[in-house]
C-alpha cells in the first residue's frame, strides 16, 4: 500500500497545503475542493491554532474528499490525528518526534516525510527510512512562526544530486520563482499562500503549471 502511495505521490508535481488565514476568508474545505479540481494530487493539513475536535472534523471530510479525488492526503505534526481520520501520511519536523517512534505508532503503511534542513539531516533521513523529505525553505517565508533561515539553492542541488529520495521543494515558493526550482532539479514543488491565496485557485494552478513546462524545455 505505502509502494502504491509513494507511486502517486512521485507522479505530483505541485504539493498542496492548507492555511486557512491566508485564504482569503474561505475554509480549508472551499480551498481544497478548489486545489482539487484543479488536478493537484497531493494535500497536506497544517494547521497550528485549532481545537482537536475542530480539526478532526475537518479532517474526516478532507480525507473523504481527498480519497473520492484519488489525492494522498497527509497531515502535518499531528500522529493521533493522522492515525484517527485514517490519511496516506505524516509529515514531521526536525524537532517532533524521533523517526524510528513515528514509524513504531504509524506502522507500515503510511507515509512519513521529513523536513530537513542540512546535507547532514537529509543524510540522517535517508538512514532512518523517510519515504521523502522536505527540502527548505528556499526562500523566506512567513507562513512558519519557527521557520529557519532560507537554505537557498545550494542545499537544494545538494538534495537533487546527493540524496535518492523523493523530495518537496518547500518555503517562499510562487509563480514567479519556481521555475528555478525546477530547473535545479524539484519535480515536486510546495506552494502555500501563492495558492491558497488566489482569488482564482484553478487559474493560478494552471498559471503555475505553465511556469514548470516552460521550465523543462
Known amino acids: 500500500m505505502r509502494q502504491q502511495l509513494m507511486k502517486n505521490f512521485l507522479q505530483a508535481d505541485i504539493y498542496g497545503l492548507t492555511a486557512e ?12 475542493d478548489q486545489m482539487l479540481a ?13 481545537k482537536p475536535r475542530a480539526m478532526y472534523e475537518e479532517c474526516l471530510k478532507l480525507r473523504d474528499m481527498t480519497s473520492r ?12 490525528l493522522a492515525l484517527a481520520v485514517k490519511a496516506d501520511g505524516v509529515h514531521i519536523g526536525q524537532d ?4 524510528a517512534v513515528v514509524r513504531s505508532l504509524v506502522g507500515k503503511k503510511m507515509i512519513i516525510g521529513l523536513s530537513t534542513h542540512s546535507p547532514q539531516q537529509a ?4 538512514k532512518a527510512g523517510a519515504d521523502y523529505i522536505g527540502v527548505g525553505p528556499i526562500f523566506s517565508t512567513q507562513t512558519k512562526v519557527d521557520v529557519c533561515a532560507p537554505v537557498g539553492f545550494d542545499y537544494l542541488d545538494y538534495v537533487a544530486q546527493n540524496i ?3 523530495f518537496v521543494a518547500i518555503g517562499g515558493i510562487k509563480e514567479h520563482n519556481i521555475a ?24 493560478k494552478v494552471k498559471a503555475i503549471r505553465e511556469q514548470l513546462a516552460s521550465a523543462s524545455k
Open 21 to 32: 488565514e491566508y485564504s482569503l476568508g474561505r475554509t480549508n474545505l472551499e480551498v481544497v
Open 38 to 50: 484543479a488536478g493537484i494530487k497531493v494535500i497536506q493539513y497544517r494547521e497550528k491554532n485549532k
Open 69 to 80: 479525488a484519488g489525492a494522498v492526503f497527509i497531515i502535518n505534526d499531528y500522529i493521533d
Open 96 to 99: 517532533d518526534l524521533p523517526f
Open 123 to 126: 543524510q540522517n533521513a535517508l
Open 164 to 166: 535518492p529520495l523523493p
Open 180 to 203: 528555478e526550482v525546477r530547473r535545479r532539479g524539484a519535480r515536486t514543488i510546495a506552494l502555500v499562500t501563492d495558492i491558497v491565496g488566489a482569488e482564482d485557485i484553478p487559474a
